[in-house]
């Protein structure tokens, strides 16, 4: 089992030496940044326990505004709202029957995927890749579009709930638990195939609607070989 879960484990991880986001190894005094997986802005101020990894100057400040669009997105969980129409972000739409809303200016998922490179840099000290299969369930739906959950998410949270009760699970936490990272591995079809569930500030509420429950987030993605010290699973498909 790989952990990125103590404040030990956390800073060992924000040494790393070449930046987590595009994989390119740091040059001898070459400036580079501080990069909170995710956004600090996400979390409540005595929360803040972060993950931090270094990233280079350009490919931090590429994602400065959407870290502050995601960051209104869950504060929504708490209660709170952009004060003024300066500091709003977001531009929510709302159904017409009044029972869903969504943002239409924010790509979770691009969002979201960077923070699954983030956690695959801290707990196997490695980029990801740029080019990789992958595939991603959120806990949001688009508004009436009869979303549906895929048949492979549920099988996943099963997979991930008992790989956590085997203590078969890679895990990344942080910020008073308020992030929550998990995954383990397995080979498919002559390829590894890391499975893994997110949870950040419970924000499966967020999606939670008339008709749609609440869903977790949960995904995989595909490698030619399993990172070193990965998790593997503990059963294998036939």
Not at 2 to 19: G, I, M, N, S, Y
Not at 20 to 33: Q, W
Not at 204 to 217: E, Q
């Amino acid at each position: 089992m790989v952990d990125a879960a103590t404040q030990v484990e956390r800073r060992a991880a924000a040494r790393l030496p070449f930046c987590y986001y595009c994989g390119i190894a740091f040059k001898a005094g070459e400036r580079r940044t501080r990069d909170h997986i995710p956004p600090e802005s996400i979390f409540a101020r005595s929360d803040r326990e972060p993950l931090i990894l270094a990233a280079h100057d350009k490919c931090n400040s590429y994602h400065h505004l959407t870290d502050e669009k995601i960051g209104q997105l869950v504060a929504m969980r708490r209660g709170q709202y952009p004060r003024g129409h300066r500091s709003k972000k977001l531009n929510l739409v709302v159904s017409p029957d009044l029972s869903a809303g969504a943002v239409d200016n924010l790509d979770i998922y691009a969002a979201v995927w960077r923070f699954i490179r983030g956690f695959h840099a801290a707990l196997y000290r490695e980029p990801l890749p740029q080019l990789f299969k992958r595939s991603l369930e959120l806990p949001f739906i688009a508004v009436n579009t009869g979303d549906t959950l895929r048949p492979q998410h549920l099988v996943f949270v099963e997979r991930i709930q008992r790989s956590r009760q085997a203590g078969r699970i890679d895990r990344v936490h942080a910020n008073k638990g308020q992030l929550r990272y998990e995954c383990f591995w397995e080979q498919h079809q002559g390829e590894w195939m890391c499975i893994f569930g997110l949870d950040i500030c419970d924000w499966k509420d967020l999606g939670k609607t008339p008709g749609h429950p609440a869903r977790g987030c949960a995904g995989c993605y595909t490698l030619p070989a399993s990172p070193t010290g990965a998790t593997p699973t503990f059963w294998q498909r036939s």
